[in-house]
């Protein structure tokens, strides 16, 4: 019977954090910004690729952004594939514009220890668990016209699985392509 009424105790929980939500919002002119304490962002590396959905050119590639660490992690495992790539150089191709383009991303999520710790949230003061992790994210392509992005992806990620093996808890999840439309 004391589970019909675990609902009325947990909507009283977050009843209070409702309310912190929103004087967090009706407060937010009298916060400080926090904009130019932190320091620069680490410079975004250049990468090119070819895209899945959309039909180029054999000399032709696209550019992406990511975080030079984040390449460094995966890149080389990544460029093992036979049927998917990230290059760095651009070498002998062209590159072409694609208005509303977004390449496909791998994203790992490595938790050594399998160690996590409680923070306190600054905008509903609720408890939550919070996880000590590496998490990287790094944009690919196909390596020819054929390949398809999800067949791609199941072999980058059983690749990056074996390398890290040692991690107690490791995630690798696909971000999809987007081509978005452009109105006339």
């Given at each position: ?18 309310t912190?939500y929103?004087?967090?919002?009706q ?16 410079l975004?590396?250049i ?24 390449y ?20 002998a ?18 938790n ?12 509903t003061?609720?408890?939550?668990l ?13 390596t ?11 072999d ?6 074996t ?17 978005g439309?452009?109105?006339?």
């Amino acid at each position: 019977m004391g589970a019909r009424y675990s609902d009325i105790k947990r909507a009283a929980k977050l009843q209070a954090g409702l309310t912190n939500y929103i004087n967090y919002l009706q407060t937010s002119a009298t916060r400080p910004s926090r904009i130019g304490t932190q320091g620069p962002r680490d410079l975004s590396k250049i990468v090119y690729l070819k895209p899945f959905t959309i039909d180029v050119a054999a000399d032709e590639v696209v550019t992406a952004r990511c975080n030079p660490e984040h390449y460094n992690q995966l890149g080389a495992t990544i460029n093992a594939s036979s049927i998917a790539a990230v290059d760095d150089a651009i070498g002998a191709n062209t590159i072409v514009g694609i208005p509303k383009f977004s390449p496909a991303r791998v994203v790992l999520f490595r938790n050594a220890t399998r160690s996590v710790t409680v923070a306190t949230s600054d905008v509903t003061g609720l408890q939550y668990l919070k996880y000590n992790r590496d998490r990287y994210s790094v944009p690919f392509g196909a390596t020819a016209d054929i390949d398809d992005m999800m067949d791609s992806f199941l072999d980058v990620k059983a690749r990056l699985l074996t390398v890290n093996a040692a991690a107690a808890v490791k995630r690798v999840s696909l971000v999809r392509e987007k081509v978005g439309v452009e109105a006339v």
